[in-house]
Protein backbone atom coordinates (compact mmCIF):
# COMPACT_ATOMS: atom_id res chain seq x y z
CA UNK A 1 0.00 0.00 0.00
CA UNK A 2 0.98 3.67 -0.70
CA UNK A 3 1.24 5.42 2.36
CA UNK A 4 2.33 9.01 1.08
CA UNK A 5 -0.56 8.88 -1.49
CA UNK A 6 -3.35 11.89 -0.99
CA UNK A 7 -6.21 9.44 -0.52
CA UNK A 8 -4.40 7.50 2.26
CA UNK A 9 -3.52 10.91 4.12
CA UNK A 10 -6.89 12.38 4.42
CA UNK A 11 -8.96 9.08 4.93
CA UNK A 12 -6.56 7.81 7.95
CA UNK A 13 -5.00 10.85 8.91
CA UNK A 14 -7.46 13.11 9.78
CA UNK A 15 -9.97 10.75 11.18
CA UNK A 16 -7.47 9.50 13.62
CA UNK A 17 -7.05 13.48 14.62
CA UNK A 18 -10.72 13.66 14.99
CA UNK A 19 -11.02 11.10 17.49
CA UNK A 20 -7.81 12.15 19.50
CA UNK A 21 -9.43 15.66 19.93
CA UNK A 22 -12.78 14.54 21.59
CA UNK A 23 -13.25 15.57 24.80
CA UNK A 24 -9.49 18.01 24.82
CA UNK A 25 -10.28 21.62 25.81
CA UNK A 26 -7.24 23.22 24.12
CA UNK A 27 -6.30 21.29 21.42
CA UNK A 28 -3.09 20.86 19.79
CA UNK A 29 -1.48 18.49 17.04
CA UNK A 30 2.16 17.63 16.33
CA UNK A 31 2.51 15.64 13.25
CA UNK A 32 6.05 13.92 11.03
CA UNK A 33 5.49 12.15 8.08
CA UNK A 34 5.34 13.03 4.23
CA UNK A 35 4.43 15.85 2.70
CA UNK A 36 0.76 14.85 1.26
CA UNK A 37 -0.65 13.67 4.95
CA UNK A 38 1.17 16.61 6.71
CA UNK A 39 -0.81 18.92 3.80
CA UNK A 40 -3.89 17.06 5.32
CA UNK A 41 -2.77 17.89 8.46
CA UNK A 42 -1.93 21.65 7.86
CA UNK A 43 -5.16 22.35 5.84
CA UNK A 44 -7.22 20.18 8.75
CA UNK A 45 -5.91 22.65 11.79
CA UNK A 46 -6.54 26.10 9.57
CA UNK A 47 -9.68 25.12 8.83
CA UNK A 48 -10.20 24.69 12.63
CA UNK A 49 -8.11 26.93 14.12
CA UNK A 50 -6.20 24.56 15.99
CA UNK A 51 -2.74 25.47 16.45
CA UNK A 52 -0.41 22.69 15.09
CA UNK A 53 3.67 22.23 14.82
CA UNK A 54 4.51 19.34 11.82
CA UNK A 55 8.13 18.11 11.36
CA UNK A 56 9.14 18.77 7.83
CA UNK A 57 11.23 15.77 6.22
CA UNK A 58 13.64 17.26 3.27
CA UNK A 59 17.48 16.01 1.54
CA UNK A 60 20.00 17.82 3.38
CA UNK A 61 23.39 18.22 1.62
CA UNK A 62 25.49 19.48 4.29
CA UNK A 63 23.26 20.21 6.92
CA UNK A 64 24.16 23.77 8.18
CA UNK A 65 22.65 25.85 5.91
CA UNK A 66 25.58 26.56 2.76
CA UNK A 67 24.75 23.97 0.06
CA UNK A 68 20.35 25.62 -0.06
CA UNK A 69 18.79 22.27 -0.66
CA UNK A 70 16.66 21.60 2.13
CA UNK A 71 14.13 24.69 1.42
CA UNK A 72 10.36 24.98 2.47
CA UNK A 73 8.46 28.00 1.15
CA UNK A 74 7.51 30.52 4.12
CA UNK A 75 4.29 31.48 4.84
CA UNK A 76 5.15 35.57 4.79
CA UNK A 77 2.62 37.82 2.49
CA UNK A 78 5.08 40.66 3.02
CA UNK A 79 7.77 38.89 1.22
CA UNK A 80 9.97 41.37 -1.60
CA UNK A 81 10.84 40.85 -4.70
CA UNK A 82 14.36 39.56 -3.85
CA UNK A 83 13.75 38.35 -0.56
CA UNK A 84 14.75 34.91 -0.58
CA UNK A 85 15.33 34.06 3.23
CA UNK A 86 12.10 35.78 3.61
CA UNK A 87 10.24 33.58 0.98
CA UNK A 88 11.91 30.82 2.12
CA UNK A 89 13.23 28.86 5.15
CA UNK A 90 16.35 26.00 5.36
CA UNK A 91 14.82 22.79 7.48
CA UNK A 92 18.33 21.95 8.55
CA UNK A 93 18.66 25.34 10.63
CA UNK A 94 15.58 26.95 10.83
CA UNK A 95 13.60 23.57 10.87
CA UNK A 96 12.74 20.70 10.77
CA UNK A 97 9.77 21.20 13.07
CA UNK A 98 7.50 24.48 12.28
CA UNK A 99 4.19 26.27 13.06
CA UNK A 100 2.01 24.56 10.47
CA UNK A 101 0.54 28.10 9.45
CA UNK A 102 4.26 29.66 8.75
CA UNK A 103 5.21 26.74 5.80
CA UNK A 104 3.58 26.06 2.30
CA UNK A 105 3.65 21.92 2.11
CA UNK A 106 3.11 21.27 -1.13
Do not use: T
Not at 3 to 23: G, Q, R, T, Y
Not at 39 to 68: D, L, N, R, T, W
Amino acid sequence: RDWSSDVCSSDLVIPAIVKSLENISKPEILACGPEPMLKAVQEFAAAHQIPAQISVESYMGCGVGICQGCVVKRENGNVAEHSYHEKYSLVCIDGPVYQSKDVIIG
